[in-house]
């Protein structure tokens, strides 16, 4: 074996665990590649050698209280950081008197970026899952448009209005132009107002006409993230989207009342 041959020999066999290590993370360790956390939606991870943590990002449309946690049999630790880096919380046992080593965070925040970081409690290893919710105790849908539920295409949302104060929040993403209807059916009136997010972070009610009724519909051409509050009386409902393809322009160029270029092109009308 020549001296080339042992020296390359040598380095391969110090940086291959380096390498396999690289390759085989499954979430970042920093908040530079911090994996995006969806609400509702538990996310696997594995914590594959001693020291390892792995890093989530939260991004918050507006104040709410949040929930995070762990669930699975491994010991973690549970730390919360705002976007500067700075820990808001950390938590370790829900209640270890009866097994429960997973963590648990609430916190009300406002609205921005926040990252949490999930390690071994004294740097042990194995698999978990993280969970992130509003915590809507008392509450079927969040009150503010942080807080709001996210809309799918197809199922329907049951909801209620339980006081003249009660509203609920919902949010439905078009990543691409599609011609949609969201319907609203109650037992007593209610008013679905549909509000459009701002370059500021704010939301900007779409003013087309929105009524108190016991069936509501808006439809058009949809683009984008809008939001929509249901208020009103003291009420059960149900909330859908239904969706066709391809994307298609509303029937009447004159009923549209926001101009093409913005994404949006929908009208409001009484009835399901």
């Known amino acids: 074996m020549t001296a080339l041959t042992r020296f390359l020999t040598i380095v391969f066999a110090i940086c291959a665990p380096c390498t396999v290590l690289a390759q085989t993370d499954d979430h970042g360790d920093n908040r530079a590649t911090a994996t995006r956390l969806n609400y509702d939606i538990a996310a696997s991870g594995s914590l594959g050698i001693p020291g390892d943590v792995d890093v989530f990002r939260v991004d918050l449309q507006g104040s709410a209280r949040v929930e995070f946690r762990s669930t699975m049999g491994l010991d973690t630790v549970g730390t919360l950081y705002d976007s500067e880096g700075e820990v808001i919380a950390t938590a370790d046992d829900i209640d270890p008197s009866t097994g429960n080593f997973n963590f648990q965070i609430k916190e009300d925040l406002e609205r921005g970026v926040y990252y949490l970081e999930v390690g071994g409690f004294e740097m042990r290893t194995g698999d978990y899952q993280v969970l992130t919710r509003f915590d809507l105790t008392g509450d079927d849908h969040g009150d503010t448009f942080g807080a709001s539920s996210i809309l799918p295409i197809g199922p329907r949302f049951a909801g209620s209005i339980n ?9 439905v993403d078009f990543p691409t132009a599609t011609f949609a209807e969201v319907h609203t059916v109650s037992q007593n009136p209610v008013m679905t107002e549909l509000y459009i997010p701002q370059d500021d972070g704010t939301l900007e009610l779409y003013e087309a006409g929105a009524q108190p009724d016991v069936g509501q519909v808006w439809h058009g051409t949809w ?6 509050k249901v208020s009103g009386e ?3 409902y149900n909330i859908r989207v239904e969706a066709e393809e391809p994307a298609c322009e509303p029937d ?9 270029e ?11």
């Open 163 to 171: 006081d003249e104060e009660d509203v609920d929040w919902f949010r």
């Open 223 to 228: 683009l984008g993230t809008s939001y929509f």
């Open 234 to 236: 003291v009420s059960a």
């Open 252 to 260: 009447s160029e004159e009923e549209s009342v926001m101009p093409a």
């Open 262 to 272: 913005s994404g949006l092109r929908v009208e409001f009308r009484t009835g399901t």
